[in-house]
């Protein structure tokens, strides 16, 4: 069974461009969670879709935005970059619903780097 | 706020015991679990307690108090391949939903 696939794995932007990160989760689930992991701040949620829809945001300003297809796929988007949106940027999906441990898969990660 | 506190660094010989505690402070709770990142590696799940007591997997082993707001990760036997970091993270919310509070990780040094 294929794992979370991120991509791109890394990349370069500059400050005030825009980037797209694209994930596919595992077959079968229906939730998919993106994480920013940076040194200072550790794993911070961004937000969770979950049949198209997204089902919980965290504290991150409008610049951040996501969305999910009918297969399940995801992407994030961040737009106007600043330096400090250097960072990993995880992708994790889960079942989403029913009862269980609500383990997530990670992906490997997309390092955006803002220069 | 919602904090959870684990220490920064631990270090351990191998074939060692060692425990990683985590305390946590959050508006809600149904469980908490146990996450392991090598570098450059991604998180991979490794346990889950929702009610209290231990629970075991192989050489690793979790315990939560839910009374105390305190939860551990024991690991057994320890193994060069052990050393990574180590999450500890909180469902604050009552669906099976992806969203999870994590800790700043504890980065375990096992060494010869």
Redesign the interface.
């Known amino acids: 069974k294929a794992g979370v696939t991120q991509t791109p794995r890394y990349l370069i932007k500059t400050r005030g461009q825009q980037v797209t990160l694209s994930c596919s989760p595992i077959s079968g689930h229906r939730s998919v969670s993106w994480y920013q992991q940076t040194p200072g701040q550790g794993l911070q949620f961004l937000f969770e879709y979950f049949s198209e829809t997204q089902r919980n945001k965290g504290n991150f300003p409008g610049r951040f935005s996501g969305r999910q297809f009918s297969n399940s796929r995801s992407e994030m988007n961040v737009s106007t970059l600043e330096l400090g949106d250097s960072a990993l940027y995880l992708c994790a999906s889960s079942v989403g619903a029913g009862l269980g441990t609500g383990e997530l898969f990670f992906g490997e990660g997309s390092r955006l780097t803002v220069l | 706020g919602q904090s959870l506190e684990q220490p920064s660094e631990v270090t351990a010989v191998e074939g060692a015991i060692v425990q990683i505690n985590c305390t946590y402070q959050t508006s809600g709770f149904y469980?908490l679990?146990w996450?392991q990142q090598h570098d450059g590696?991604?998180?991979?799940?490794l346990s889950?307690n929702a009610l209290d007591g231990l629970e075991e997997t192989g050489r690793f082993s979790s315990f939560l108090s839910r009374s105390d707001s305190y939860g551990y990760l024991l690991l057994q036997e320890l193994q060069m391949k052990d050393s990574a970091s180590y999450?500890c993270?909180v469902?604050d919310?009552s669906?099976?939903?992806?969203?999870?509070?994590?800790?700043?990780?504890t980065t375990l040094q096992v060494k010869p």
């Open positions: 469980g679990s996450y590696g991604a998180p991979t799940f889950y999450f993270a469902r919310d669906g099976n939903t992806g969203k999870l509070i994590f800790g700043q990780g």
